[in-house]
């Protein structure tokens, strides 16, 4: 039987200042206005709640198609959204005017979500820095979220910055905070799966840019989070590969109390919806989800 085709939707949001804040651009008009690729996968039957999924660095939303069909037979609506610079959504590649902007941005779909699916309970499930980006906008928009789920959080994040102007340049040269520099990620510690690797390898929408600006905001990002995830107001669960690399799962495991539970994934790496035991991992959230939001 062929899955249901993703519905896309482009909403319509205001470009960001310098600093990440809302810009003056107005509804309809051509200037300020900025365009964020959301794909959408519908319920199984009556929804029982809605999931955003947030990609990882140089990632898309369109890669998680194969797991939201996982939890819409589950009764959830999806939403996988391209964040800033990345994917189908406009702006620099790899490029976010700071964790303000990603707020505003996550806001926007849960708005969006929320449209569809007035008093439903709404989750988010964070790959990477997209777990970080989740916990932070579930910390500062608390009535919002109704369950979390960290995947590999990056909580001691290395990325390259952009390579220093020669010369004389160098000393009259303000960096430009678009510029990029790399995420840095090797295949080999994406996923064990050799056909995951390929398919990253061959998408035309993953790239290994990250601005200089959002990677300079990712320390302070990872160090807030850690420092409140016990002030989560909604239950948590973080998933990590015990053979991931890019992000040791002792830091994970070592955040377990309160309302925040933590699983280790034997035999997966970093990437752990594109491992080979992916679909257990994406029905292990699904089971979570249900029990703690029925």
């Not at 896309?8 to 205001?14: D, F, G, I, S, V």
């Not at 919002?144 to 040269?173: D, Q, S």
């Not at 300079?216 to 990590?240: G, K, M, S």
């Amino acid at each position: 039987m062929s899955l249901p085709e993703p519905l896309t939707t482009y909403l319509e949001l205001r470009e960001s200042t310098a600093d990440g804040d809302e810009g003056a651009g107005l509804s309809h008009k051509a200037g300020g206005l900025f365009l964020l690729h959301v794909l959408e996968i519908a319920a199984y039957g009556e929804p029982r709640g809605g999931v955003t999924i947030v990609h990882d660095a140089g990632d898309h939303g369109a890669r998680y198609l194969e797991a939201a069909h996982v939890f819409a037979s589950q009764r959830w609506a999806v939403a996988l959204p391209d964040m800033r610079g990345h994917g189908k959504s406009e702006g620099p590649r790899g490029h976010s005017a700071g964790v303000k902007e990603v707020v505003r941005d996550l806001a926007s779909v849960q708005e969006h979500l929320a449209y569809r699916l007035p008093v439903a309970p709404k989750a988010l499930i964070g790959q990477g820095l997209g777990a970080l980006y989740s916990a932070r906008f579930a910390l500062e928009r608390p009535g919002e979220v109704a369950a979390l789920v960290l995947l590999a959080p990056r909580w001691r994040a290395r990325f390259e910055p952009p390579k220093a102007a020669g010369g004389l340049m160098k000393l009259f040269k303000k960096p430009d905070p678009t510029a990029p520099g790399r995420v840095g990620l090797e295949l080999e510690q994406l996923s064990s799966d050799a056909a995951a690797r390929a398919a990253w390898s061959a998408d035309r929408l993953v790239h290994d840019a990250i601005s200089l600006r959002a990677g300079e905001q990712v320390a302070a990002l990872a160090l807030d989070v850690e420092q409140r995830l016990a002030q989560l107001a909604c239950p948590t669960l973080i998933l990590h590969g015990a053979e991931d690399r890019v992000c040791d799962p002792q830091l994970s495991l070592s955040r377990a109390g309160g309302r925040v539970e933590v699983r280790k994934v034997d035999g997966a790496r970093h990437d752990l919806l594109h491992e080979a035991n992916w679909r257990a991992s994406a029905q292990q959230i699904a089971e979570w989800l249900a029990v703690q939001l029925g």
